[in-house]
């Protein structure tokens, strides 16, 4: 009977061992399995949503949000990690600003990324292209041709005037580039333009809604994503932005013409709507420069990865990015023009997921 209680004794402990070591094992298990996944949250406009990539998104309405947009393809390649995907086509600085106020605190506690591209609907590049394109008769025609109450010399100059007063830059009478002041476009930013002060209020909000801690290194990240190059060198003649002669006949300011007419920019343009864009990068990375400088060692910078193929002025053409598509009557555009193709947001994709590689490693 003695060595009967011995035994049973025995096993008891090894029972309450066997217990003890497998409790912890259980309990983790569980707390990993109910453990939510971290929040990716993707705000920006049109760049951001995938405009022009249809079909959209079931419930994105205007927003016109893509399954082949960056952000999709971002959480696609991170794997452990619930989207939410606020980005919405047309979107402006403060409208992306009220998509960061949309959200629940609870979700930016629980974010892991965020990603942002903003600026473009401040200029508006839409209004831009709007303003200032015309026809021509070939690649190489140096009269250009407006779209009555579309489009005209004048509405082009005006509308650059206004994005280029933006960026804090000016019109050049003289060379019809666009100047802009040294300090607006090095660090350390001691003059930021209007859109630089847009872009530092609306970084920070995001940074502050994530937690940010200044000079600490980890934690939630917010990655910028750069605009792409849109315009290759418009050449000597004029920057034809369609490979393919409007599908009808359009009345002009000059009456009218019989021969193919090509959606194009003038020569001016063309270079202005190229250093606008150009300055709007340069702006973009100054800003994320400076926030860094500040502490905010939580934010970088994706740019572009080389290789993206701005529009070929001479064929409209790019692998990267639409050109002009036009309506079915040749007055309008479509949404989805100068906007990245597939292979565009896959390259927007890559930038991203390579700045949160470098950033958190």
Not at 17 to 35: D, E, F, H, M, Y
Request: with cysteine.
């Amino acid at each position: 009977m003695t060595n009967k209680n011995a035994i049973f004794t025995g096993w008891t402990i090894v029972l309450a061992l066997v217990l003890t070591i497998l409790a912890p094992v259980n309990v983790g298990a569980q707390a990993i399995k109910s453990s939510p996944r971290p929040y990716y949250v993707a705000l920006g406009d049109s760049y951001s949503s995938g405009e022009g990539l249809a079909p959209f998104l079931a419930g994105s309405g205007s927003c016109d949000r893509s399954p082949e947009a960056y952000p999709e393809l971002v959480a696609h390649r991170l794997g452990n990690v619930t989207l939410r995907f606020s980005a919405c086509s047309g979107a402006t600085i403060a409208q992306i600003s009220d998509q960061v106020a949309s959200l629940a605190p609870k979700e930016f506690r629980r974010t892991a990324l965020t990603t942002v591209m903003a600026g473009g609907d401040d200029l508006p590049f839409a209004g831009l292209i709007r303003a200032c394109i015309g026809a021509v008769t070939s690649a190489t025609s140096q009269t250009i041709e407006y779209l009555p109450s579309v489009s005209s010399a004048t509405l082009c100059a005006s509308t650059i005037s206004g994005a280029a007063n933006l960026l804090g830059a000016s019109i050049n009478p003289v060379t019809s580039g666009v100047t802009i002041p040294v300090s607006a476009l090095t660090f350390p930013l001691t003059q930021p333009s209007t859109i630089e002060s847009r872009l530092i209020a609306l970084y920070s909000r995001i940074l502050h809604a994530e937690g940010a801690v200044r000079h600490r290194a980890t934690g939630p990240q917010l990655i910028v994503v750069q605009y792409p190059t849109l315009l290759g060198s418009p050449g000597s003649g004029a920057c034809q932005l369609s490979s393919t002669p409007l599908p009808l006949p359009i009345p002009t300011t000059s009456g009218g013409s019989t021969a193919p007419l090509y959606p194009a920019f003038t020569n001016a343009s063309s270079f202005e709507l190229a250093d606008l864009n150009s300055y709007l990068q340069i702006e973009t990375s100054v800003v994320v420069e400076r926030l860094r400088s500040e502490g905010y060692l939580d934010v970088s910078l994706a740019p572009l990865e080389s290789g993206f193929a701005p529009l070929d002025c001479t064929t409209g053409t790019s692998p990267d990015l639409n050109g002009l598509l036009l309506s079915s009557a040749g007055t309008t555009t479509q949404s989805g023009s100068f906007h990245p193709s597939a292979s565009g947001q896959a390259m927007l994709a890559a930038s991203a997921v390579a700045a949160w590689r470098s950033a958190t490693r």
